[in-house]
């Protein structure tokens, strides 16, 4: 293409994602008590922000968890991560036929959590609380706009399984940071439950060739294209999350 209609196409995007980029927020946070992730037999609705680096900033939401009261029968601190893999998304398009409408999205919840990593290693072996929730949690994720530009009702969520701990031959890891605060399941473990390599029947790097084992499509879910979100019902905390379409599929966003 020629210089000029590349300039008018690039600044076209920065508008349109800039345009879209936030979702609104009601009026939820009113102190500094929401951003508690704690959550129990009470249950409580739960909201995580984009932008953790300015909590004044409530414009831009991730996520959002209706968890009724009963659903849990103890405490539980709940964290969140998306992880994204450019080769990983270049992979499930080449062995799936899947293009990426989101990142990956788990939640990864703690009984409770002492800061006594070692040292000497990034990764721990992580117990995996695993969790079937009394009642479901109503779950609305968004996607991240600036770099997802599109969802389609007809879009498909799948889940992908994360084995309990002692569930599969080997367990899951976690990464920490340096304070000693998780960062999230290992992103090698993550790339082989998504890819297939590991799974319950093989074992860990059981087999060469990418397989879907691990993958299910949601039972129930509704796409807001409006408001760039998905929402569905989870039952248990052994999953990792993503929205896909065909790739053979045609979209606005390839025209």
Request: net charge negative.
């Amino acid at each position: 293409m020629k210089t000029i209609y590349i300039c008018i196409v690039f600044f076209a995007t920065i508008i349109l994602f800039s345009a879209c980029h936030k979702r609104q927020e009601e009026d939820y946070f009113v102190g500094y008590e929401d951003y508690d992730r704690t959550v129990g037999v009470d249950g409580k609705e739960m909201v995580f922000l984009r932008n953790y680096g300015d909590d004044t900033n409530t414009n831009d939401t991730l996520l959002k968890l209706d968890i009724l009261p009963d659903a849990l029968d103890t405490t539980i601190i709940v964290n969140f991560y998306e992880y994204f893999n450019e080769t990983i998304e270049s992979d499930i398009n080449n062995d799936f036929g899947l293009s990426l409408t989101s990142k990956f999205f788990y939640i990864l919840p703690f009984y409770e959590f002492e800061n006594n990593n070692d040292s000497t290693s990034d990764y721990k072996l992580d117990t995996h609380v695993s969790i079937d929730f009394n009642y479901p949690v109503t779950t609305t994720y968004f996607i991240d706009t600036s770099y997802y530009s599109i969802l389609e009702v007809t879009d498909l969520l799948y889940r992908i399984k994360i084995p309990i701990y002692d569930e599969w031959d080997d367990n899951i890891w976690t990464e920490f940071n340096n304070q000693g605060y998780p960062n999230g399941f290992s992103k090698t473990d993550l790339d082989y439950l998504i890819n297939g390599k590991w799974n319950e029947s093989d074992g860990y790097l059981g087999t060469s060739n990418p397989t879907m084992i691990n993958w299910e499509l949601v039972p129930n879910y509704s796409v807001n294209p409006e408001n760039h979100s998905v929402t569905f019902l989870m039952d248990k905390t052994d999953y990792m999350y993503v929205i896909c379409y065909s790739s053979k599929k045609n979209r606005l966003a390839n025209h």
